[in-house]
C-alpha cells in the first residue's frame, strides 16, 4: 500500500518573504550608515534596532530557500518516507522516523496537521478538507515506527 500527498506552495510567498527581508537589511545598512557618520541623536537606540531588524530580515531571506518553502510531494510505502522536494530526494526508513502526531486544532475547523520528524528535520504536512486521508496516513506511519516503551 502507497500513498502519495503533495503539497502546494505559492511563489509569491517565497518572493515577499526576500523582498520584506531585502527591505530589512537595507533599513539596517542605511542605520549603520547614519550611526558612522554621528548623524544619529540616539546611536545606542539606533544600533539596538538595526541589529534586530537586519537579523530578523536575513532570517527572512534564508528561510525562503528552505525545503519546505517550495512545492513538496511526499510518497509513504512499505519502505519509509520518500520526500520529493525542490533540492531533490530523500528517504527515511521508519526506523529514521522519530515521532508523528497529528494535530486537529478543532473539531469544526477544516484542516488537520501531521508532524513528522524525521533525521534533523520537522516536517508539517497541511490537509484540507481531508479528515480521512489524514488519519489512514497516520494510522499507516504510526504502525510502523519505533515507539519508546515507557
Known amino acids: ?22 527591505v530589512f537589511m537595507l533599513i539596517t545598512a542605511l542605520q549603520g550608515i547614519t550611526l558612522f557618520k554621528g548623524l544619529s541623536k540616539h546611536p545606542m537606540l539606533t544600533m539596538i534596532f538595526a541589529v534586530i531588524l537586519g537579523a530578523y530580515g536575513l532570517y527572512l531571506f534564508a528561510m525562503s530557500f528552505r525545503r519546505q518553502a517550495f512545492n513538496i510531494t ?17 528517504m527515511y526508513t521508519f526506523d529514521d522516523i522519530e515521532f508523528i502526531t497529528m494535530v486537529i486544532p478543532d473539531d469544526s475547523l477544516i484542516y488537520y496537521l501531521l508532524n513528522i520528524k524525521a533525521g534533523k528535520y520537522i516536517y508539517t504536512i497541511p490537509f484540507t478538507n481531508k479528515r480521512e486521508f489524514c488519519e489512514k496516513l497516520y494510522d499507516f506511519v504510526n504502525e510502523r515506527i519505533k515507539h519508546d516503551e515507557d
Not at 511526499?74 to 530523500?90: A, D, N, Q, R, W
Open 1 to 22: 500500500m502507497t500513498f502519495t500527498y503533495d503539497v502546494q506552495k505559492r511563489k509569491a510567498n517565497r518572493i515577499a518573504y526576500r523582498i520584506l527581508g531585502s
Open 74 to 90: 511526499y510518497k509513504f510505502s512499505e519502505e519509509g518516507m520518500l520526500v520529493i522536494h525542490h533540492y531533490g530526494e530523500t
